[in-house]
């Protein structure tokens, strides 16, 4: 039995990155006996062992055999006879193909480190094809690294594309990668690429443009933020579309939303009157979910919004009420308590603009 560390974990190392997570391989044993040695099996539809110690897993090394379409029709040959090149071979790209022995030794017979230092995504085999959700890992790894992918590789994902066989991906693993390149240095190339290979118009139709997701980049690194940037183009019914498609969390979708609805009107808020500035700021709810607002007016920045500082100074002087006085006012009750509250704000919106000069 030989153990080896694999994939994302030593080309990392190479790079010079931390390393977070560690994926092992054993090879020229069995499930039986890495029961015995006090693993703890937990893959299903092959043999994946959790260390009884340091609960990392641990992979028997195994080849793989299309029996179907999409990313989950595969069999699984996990015999003891599967040497650890066979079993990197049935990796994406290069650079997650390498192992490291337990003497530090990298083994790299598909060249992920000349790739690597190339900076070149490239498939390992043509069995790259027979797995859709590959695509996206691709283009997430643009978004990481920004390397670019090799010309062989675009061409094999453009077939992948053409046969259908993206099509075939669940909402869920959609929006798993997409919500994880949205994280990465460079999201905008998680688009490029898909782009590319022409999968944007079958995954994103509604999206003509990510020039507003790299203006989001330096202001924020939540996903939901940066896809509200992103999103911030469509009209609300085609918006809604592809949140309905993916199954997005509310995050995002409340957060677009916003981003689509109120837009314009924040961008001339200038022109409301005192009454029509504390509606604007009820409807985007900034006296209750502040963190929200937030993450709004960091959205609407790098889409534009002029007038982001003013919005947030009204909030701020609306925000800045003695509430519980209000409510607490025994001559108040109900509707009257809400209707002092949104006078109070009239009240401080009318005395900034004062200040500030304006009628």
């Known amino acids: 039995m030989k153990i080896y560390l694999v994939g994302g974990a030593v080309r990392d190392q190479l790079l010079g990155l931390p390393v977070n997570e560690k994926d092992w391989v054993v090879v020229g044993t069995t499930p039986e006996e890495m029961l015995r040695l006090g693993f703890k099996q937990v893959g299903k539809d092959f043999p994946v062992f959790l260390h009884p110690e340091t609960h990392e897993e641990y992979a028997l090394a195994r080849t793989e055999r299309k029996i179907g379409r999409g990313y989950t029709g595969f069999a699984f040959n996990t015999s003891p006879n599967v040497t650890l090149e066979d079993d990197l071979k049935r990796r994406d790209l290069t650079i997650n193909a390498m192992a490291e022995t337990p003497e530090g030794a990298i083994v790299d017979p598909y060249h992920g480190a000349s790739d690597l230092k190339n900076k070149i995504l490239r498939h390992v085999s043509p069995a790259f094809s027979e797995d859709p959700v590959r695509v996206l890992r691709v283009a997430r790894f643009a978004a990481r690294f920004r390397f670019t992918v090799a010309p062989d590789t675009i061409l094999l994902m453009k077939k992948m594309v053409e046969n259908g066989e993206v099509d075939t991906l669940v909402p869920e693993r959609v929006f798993k990668e997409l919500d994880r390149a949205l994280c990465e240095n460079f999201p905008e190339e998680f688009f490029n690429v898909l782009h590319a290979v022409r999968a944007d118009q079958v995954l994103f139709p509604e999206l003509q443009s990510w020039s507003a997701l790299e203006k989001a980049i330096p202001l924020s690194t939540k996903s939901s933020v940066r896809f509200a940037a992103l999103t911030a183009s469509l009209s609300l019914d085609n918006y809604l579309k592809l ?117």
Do not use: W
Not at 287 to 313: H, N, S
């Open 243 to 359: 949140c309905n498609r993916y199954r997005l969390p509310t995050e995002y979708r409340e957060l677009g939303e916003m981003v689509i609805k109120y837009f314009e009107p924040c961008q001339h808020v200038e022109n409301l009157n005192d009454a029509e500035v504390v509606d604007l700021l009820v409807r985007l709810d900034v006296f209750r979910r502040e963190a929200r607002f937030q993450d709004f007016i960091v959205a609407c920045r790098a889409c534009g919004l002029k007038t982001a500082d003013t919005l947030q100074k009204y909030s701020e002087a609306a925000k800045n009420i003695d509430v519980k006085k209000i409510t607490e006012d025994k001559n108040l009750s109900g509707k009257a308590i809400s209707d002092k509250i949104f006078e109070k704000r009239m009240d401080v919106i009318a005395s900034l603009r004062s200040r500030r000069g304006n009628p």
